[in-house]
Structures are given as C-alpha cells and as structure tokens.
C-alpha cells in the first residue's frame, strides 16, 4: 500500500525553465512533507518541507507548494540548473516516501 | 549542518554469512533512526524504525529475525543481516531524525552496498 505516489519516473527540462515535480498522497492524516534530492549511490539529501498549516514554503530556487483537499503538493525549481539533476523524492512524515522522479536539466 | 556516517561503504560476503552495518550520528543525538533498503531505479523502502533503548519496529514484511537492529546509544544504531542470501544484495541507508530550524528532518547516511555470493 503506497501512501505516498510520484507519477512520473522522469522529467527532462532545459536549463533556465521551471521543473516541476508532482507528489500525491492518500492518508489525509499526514500533516508534514519533505523533498529530498539523491544521487545515485549516496543517501538522500533534504532541499525543504512543508507542514499542513502552511500552503507555500519558499526556499531560493526552490518553491514547495501543498493542496491538502487534492492530497497533493509539488516541488518547483526555477530557474533549473544542470546540477539539479538527480532523483527527487518526496516524503510524508519523515519516512514514507515516493518512489521518486528523475530529473535530467539539459544544458 | 548534521551528518551522519555509515560503515562499511561497500561489503561483500558470501552466502550464509552474517554482515553488520553502522550508522552513526557525528555532531548530534538522535533518538530515532531509520533503516532503509534500496534497489536499482526503485524508491528508499522503509525497513524499520529504531529507537534508542528500546526494540525496533519494523515495517510490515520485512523480517526481524533477518535484520537486527540494536541502537545501543543516542549516536548509534547497528544492522546485522544474519545469514545473507543473494537476494539480500542491496543499498541499505540509514537515517537519524534531527532538527533543521525549527522542524524535525532526516539526516542520511551515504548508504552501504552490501553484495552477496
């Protein structure tokens, strides 16, 4: 039982465009997110996080936004960078994560 | 910010061996930690949830017998997989909770690749 759903394995973007990364969930008693950046053979690295009483969190380059009547929240990076090019996952919770989406920003 | 270590890096054994790993909290305490597996292009899997002087818990399926967890102290949880098999060849990934400003996070260690023969 998935809790946690990213929908799209991959992305493609060029440099200098937003990426937008989607994440949805299904137990409506999550009340905190996070978004966490991986390459391969490393662990995950945290970028930012929301909690429910909160629709926006901004963080630089990095904007979390979060739905909590669709169950849903997304990650966006503008403008995009080569060096974002890695697994992102989102996360419920602390532990409960996606299954990640791969971001590749083309130059 | 907060690091956390892990050791060994990479591991390799043969089949029927058991293999510890550790996972250690450099600059901070951490009640909580978490072991995670991973397998090529798929998402962290949660394995269990330690807490420091007490028993862990593990998630639905993933056998404890298989996978001890001791997190004998605030800066240390250790993972031993007893009698590894092939199929127990992963990426295992260890986490300890701390803060970042003002709400709890995780912190990761830079995971184990633990092979089997």
């Known amino acids: 039982d998935q809790q946690v759903k990213q929908n799209s394995p991959s992305l493609s973007v060029q440099e200098g465009r937003i990426s937008i990364l989607n994440c949805d969930y299904t137990n409506s008693m999550f009340d905190y997110f996070l978004w966490y950046k991986k390459y391969p053979a490393e662990g995950p690295t945290f970028l930012i996080s929301i909690s429910s009483i909160k629709d926006k969190n901004e963080d630089g380059r990095f904007t979390v936004f979060l739905n909590k009547s669709a169950k849903h929240l997304s990650l966006h990076i503008v403008p995009s960078q080569p060096g974002d090019s890695a697994v992102y996952f989102c996360a419920a919770e602390l532990a409960r994560f996606g299954a990640g989406t791969r971001l590749t920003v083309k130059p | 910010g907060a690091v956390v270590s892990q050791h060994p890096s990479r591991v390799i054994c043969k089949s029927g061996t058991s293999v510890k790993i550790e996972c250690r909290s450099l600059d901070f305490q951490a009640t909580t930690m978490f072991w995670y597996r991973q397998f090529p292009k798929q998402s962290l899997m949660l394995m269990a949830t330690s807490n420091e002087g007490s028993k862990a818990t593990y998630e639905q399926g993933v056998e404890k017998d298989k996978f001890l967890i001791n997190h004998a102290s605030l800066t240390l949880s250790t993972l031993t997989v007893t009698s590894a098999h092939p199929e127990d060849s992963s990426f295992y990934i260890c986490?300890?909770?701390?803060?970042?400003?003002?709400?709890?996070?995780?912190?990761f260690g830079p995971g184990t690749r633990l092979l089997v023969l």
């Open positions: 986490s300890a909770t701390g803060t970042s400003g003002l709400q709890e996070t995780q912190y």
